[in-house]
């Protein structure tokens, strides 16, 4: 009796892929709480749920699911009637904020100025053509692993590429890149002196914010970019990345203005230059963060005359 209820189980999960249910994630945004470790459905002992649908209730089989889709419902019923739980292997972990401090430790040694390009190419043919995450598979045409100087000083990290971003590779560089190439230059640096990456290497759909399984599946890969660069101050652009690289869920009203620890370097949160198109009159206070900035770095700013 339990290999049989087995072999339903099998089916019936086989069935969901046929109706083309493959990704059993939480959409939206990070839920916050304790650990909860829920196994995937490959690490199913298939054996124990067996013995448990036998003592309770058989699954249905595929003919019994199409049979009581088509057969219709009665209106009081369809009202009173309570909305059917997912099995629990089927509801995806609870996704938990970590700090990229807290990620993993430091390394022990780090790369010299020397050889910093090199260490960046081997994290970018690590990546490969990416397929972990479910981005991979939502339209997107090239990975934007980063750009600029494997030494710089100052880094930026954004939240994922574009249209124009995934047409050329190159982080930053459409309307939103071009005012950020004119605040790197207001800072009196020019953009090859920074280094510039994203919190996911891959496009989001219609330009969304990326999913908790998306980010956390990429953020290995600018853990690993920070590192190597080791810049002295990184600067959040817009509340994903400093969500992600701060391992916090707060209004940027109350992450500006004060700085933050990542990776041995102090970090500062501004807006995103897409916010700032959107929002001109917000430029004021951006610059003010990067005044900030700047007085850390010892920069005086771009000559005007």
Known sequence: ?????????????????????????????????????????????????????????????????????????????AQSSPAPSRPQFLEPPIAKLVSFDDLVPLPATR???????????????????????????AG???IVFGDGDANARLMFVGEGPGADEDTSGIPFV???????????????????????????????????????????????????????VQPQVI?????????????????LSALRGKWHSCRGAKLAVTYHPAFLLRDPGMKGEAWKDLQRVMAEMGLKGASRG
């Not at 790369?111 to 598979?137: F, M, N, Q, S």
């Not at 280094?195 to 969304?208: G, L």
């Open 235 to 251: 600067v959040a652009l817009g509340s994903t990345a400093a969500t992600y690289l701060l391992g916090v869920k707060q209004s």
């Open 1 to 77: 009796m339990a290999g049989e209820a087995e072999q339903q189980l099998r089916a019936y999960v086989e069935y969901l892929r046929d109706i083309g249910v493959y990704d059993f994630y939480r959409q939206g945004e990070p839920v916050y709480g304790d650990d909860v470790v829920v196994p995937s459905v490959a690490a199913i002992d298939l054996a124990a749920v067996a013995e448990t649908v036998v003592e309770t209730q058989s699954l249905p089989t595929k003919a019994a699911v199409v049979e009581r889709q088509a057969a219709p419902v009665p209106i009081a019923a």
């Open 140 to 142: 997107r045409r090239t």
């Open 174 to 228: 459409g309307k939103a890149g071009q005012l950020l190439n004119n605040m790197i230059q207001a800072m009196g640096l020019k953009r090859e002196q920074v280094y510039i990456a994203n919190i996911v290497k891959c496009r989001p759909p219609a330009n969304r914010v990326p999913e908790p399984v998306e980010a956390n599946t990429c953020d290995q890969f600018l853990l690993q970019q920070i590192d190597v």
């Open 111 to 137: 790369v010299d100025a020397a050889h910093k390009a090199e260490a960046l190419a081997t994290i970018r043919a690590e990546i490969g053509d990416c397929t972990r995450c479910p981005l991979a598979y």
